[in-house]
């Protein structure tokens, strides 16, 4: 895949971060989500997104983006 620039940035976590920080890697994934905007994700990042999110839809939508 060619990394695009309106490809939006992976809004993971950073384990134990209490400061906010937040991954810099572009997003592959978007992570749907009830009461809430998808969640944009990278792949280190898909798996602990789809157990620790907020609102994340159950049976999960995952939808392929960038």
């Known amino acids: 895949m060619r990394e695009s620039s309106d490809t939006p940035l992976c809004k993971g976590q950073f384990a134990g971060s209490d400061e906010g920080l937040t991954c810099t890697a572009r997003a592959r994934f978007e ?4 009461v809430d905007f998808p969640l944009p994700v990278c792949p280190e990042h898909l798996g602990p997104s789809l157990l620790r999110a907020r609102n994340v839809l159950w049976p999960p939508v995952i939808r392929l983006i960038g």
């Open 31 to 34: 992570i749907g989500r009830y």
